[in-house]
């Protein structure tokens, strides 16, 4: 059974970093996409990052471009979303998730077949 599970949230001061991990389980799986996603109660899910696992090609929401870096360690089969500059309104509940991606990859999210059960990110101002 595949099992992504997500690591690294927590409470920071505005400007702060977090690193969070997904490391994900359970034997190989189909997948060309990784992506990282935010919700906060009574929102709609929001695209955060993904990345493919080809040539490696990222996409980053804009609200998050420049601050936040994708990147994943094929061998230890996990994904990471290192999170610089962090400001109030990044404070959700992160979920990483895979699947096999075959529109934009921040949008299609019902493409993405296993989810984590997601890590809380609380920035303070």
């Known amino acids: 059974q595949v099992q992504l599970v997500e690591s690294g949230g927590g409470s920071v001061q505005a400007g702060g970093s977090l690193r969070l991990s997904c490391a994900t389980s359970?034997?190989?799986?189909?997948?060309?996409?990784m992506g990282w996603f935010r919700q906060v109660p009574g929102k709609e899910r929001e695209g955060v990052a993904a990345i493919y696992s080809g040539g490696g090609s990222t996409y980053y929401a804009d609200s998050v471009k420049g601050r936040f870096t994708i990147s994943q360690d094929n061998a230890e089969n996990t994904l990471y979303l290192q999170m610089n500059n962090l400001k109030p309104e990044d404070t959700a509940m992160y979920y990483c998730?895979?699947?096999?991606?075959?529109?934009?990859?921040?949008?299609?999210?019902?493409?993405?077949?296993?989810w984590g059960q997601g890590t809380q990110v609380t920035v303070s101002s």
């Open positions: 359970g034997g190989p799986f189909s997948r060309n996409c």
């Open positions: 998730a895979a699947g096999v991606i075959t529109g934009h990859p921040l949008v299609w999210t019902y493409e993405y077949k296993y």
